[in-house]
C-alpha cells in the first residue's frame, strides 16, 4: 500500500508553513517544507560565491546539499541545518526567499532536488508543503489543498510577523515584494505554482491558522484518516 501524502500548496505568505506542521503534528505523520531547500540551496550558493543564475553550477550543488532538519527541544517548529550549522532564522529573511524564488525557475534544479523531497514519504503518512506538491512532486497525493490569499493580507501577516522581531520594514515595499515574487513563480516553465486540478481552495484572507487546520481536517477525515 502506498504511503499516504497530504500536500499544502499555495504562495508565500499564505500560512501554509504553520498549517502543515499543525496538520502533520496532528496525523503524527511527517512533514516536508519544500521551500526550505531552495533557501537552503541559495544561501548555499551566495556562500560559496556563486551567481543565482548559474544553473549549471547550481543542479549539482542542489544534488550535494548536506541539509538536514531537526525538530526542537519543545517540538514546536523544525531547526534547519547547513552543513551542521543551523541557518534557521538566516534563510527565513525576505532577502533569502526573493532568492530561493530565482534558484527555483530552473529545470535542472528542481530536478535535482526531486527524489530528495520524495524521499520525505515515510510510513505512516507525509504532509508536504510548497507550490507545486500537488502537481509535480506527489501527484498522488491523497488530499491536494490550495492556500490563497491577497497580497495586501500577506503582507501585512509578515510585516505583523518581523516586527514582532523588532525588525521593521515598509510595508507598500512588501506588497511589491510578493507581487514580484508570485509572478515569478506563476510564469515559470517548470513547475509553476498553480493548483492541481483536483486541489481543494481555501482563501485564508478572512481565516484564522486554526480556522484553515480545521477546514484542511475536514477533508482528511473524509479520507478515513483521523487524528492521532
Same mark, same amino acid.
Given at each position: 500500500?502506498?504511503?499516504?501524502v497530504?500536500?499544502?500548496?499555495?504562495?508565500?505568505?499564505?500560512?501554509?508553513?504553520?498549517?502543515?506542521?499543525?496538520?502533520?503534528?496532528?496525523?503524527?505523520?511527517?512533514?516536508?517544507?519544500s521551500?526550505?531547500l531552495?533557501?537552503?540551496?541559495?544561501?548555499?550558493?551566495?556562500?560559496?560565491?556563486?551567481?543565482?543564475?548559474?544553473?549549471?553550477v547550481?543542479?549539482?550543488?542542489?544534488?550535494?546539499?548536506?541539509?538536514?532538519?531537526?525538530?526542537?527541544?519543545?517540538?514546536?517548529? =523544525?531547526?534547519?541545518? &547547513?552543513?551542521?550549522? @543551523?541557518?534557521? #532564522?538566516?534563510? %527565513?529573511?525576505? /532577502?533569502?526567499?526573493?532568492? $530561493?524564488?530565482?534558484?527555483?525557475?530552473?529545470?535542472r534544479?528542481?530536478?535535482?532536488?526531486l527524489?530528495?523531497q520524495?524521499?520525505?514519504?515515510?510510513?505512516p503518512?507525509?504532509?508536504?508543503?510548497?507550490?507545486?506538491m500537488?502537481?509535480?512532486?506527489?501527484?498522488?497525493?491523497?488530499?491536494?489543498i490550495?492556500?490563497?490569499?491577497?497580497?495586501e493580507?500577506?503582507a501585512?501577516r509578515?510585516?505583523?510577523?518581523?516586527?514582532?522581531?523588532?525588525?521593521?520594514?515598509?510595508?507598500?515595499? =512588501?506588497?511589491?515584494? &510578493?507581487?514580484?515574487? @508570485?509572478k515569478? #513563480?506563476?510564469? %515559470?516553465?517548470? /513547475?509553476?505554482?498553480?493548483? $492541481?486540478?483536483?486541489?481543494?481552495?481555501?482563501?485564508?484572507?478572512?481565516?484564522?491558522?486554526?480556522?484553515v487546520?480545521?477546514?484542511?481536517?475536514?477533508?482528511?477525515?473524509?479520507?478515513?484518516?483521523?487524528?492521532?
Open positions: 500500500m502506498n504511503i499516504p497530504i500536500t499544502i500548496d499555495g504562495a508565500s505568505g499564505t500560512g501554509k508553513g504553520t498549517v502543515t506542521h499543525i496538520v502533520a503534528k496532528k496525523l503524527g505523520w511527517h512533514l516536508l517544507d521551500g526550505v531552495y533557501r537552503v540551496l541559495a544561501l548555499a550558493a551566495q556562500q560559496n560565491q556563486i551567481s543565482l543564475t548559474d544553473e549549471a547550481l543542479a549539482p550543488l542542489a544534488e550535494a546539499l548536506d541539509v538536514r532538519f531537526v525538530e526542537t527541544e519543545l517540538g514546536q517548529s =523544525l531547526s534547519v541545518l &547547513l552543513e551542521k550549522q @543551523d541557518v534557521t #532564522d538566516i534563510i %527565513r529573511t525576505e /532577502a533569502m526567499g526573493n532568492a $530561493a524564488s530565482k534558484v527555483a525557475a530552473f529545470s534544479v528542481r530536478t535535482a532536488l527524489n530528495r520524495r524521499a520525505f514519504r515515510i510510513s503518512g507525509l504532509v508536504a508543503d510548497g507550490r507545486d500537488g502537481t509535480v512532486i506527489f501527484a498522488d497525493a491523497i488530499v491536494k490550495f492556500l490563497t490569499a491577497s497580497p493580507e500577506r501585512l509578515r510585516y505583523n510577523q518581523l516586527n514582532a522581531k523588532g525588525i521593521h520594514v515598509n510595508l507598500s515595499a =512588501l506588497v511589491e515584494d &510578493l507581487r514580484e515574487r @508570485d515569478r #513563480d506563476q510564469e %515559470r516553465l517548470v /513547475a509553476p505554482l498553480k493548483p $492541481a486540478m483536483d486541489a481543494i481552495m481555501i482563501d485564508t484572507d478572512p481565516l484564522t491558522i486554526e480556522q487546520v480545521a477546514r484542511i481536517m475536514i477533508e482528511v477525515e473524509k479520507k478515513g484518516i483521523t487524528a492521532a
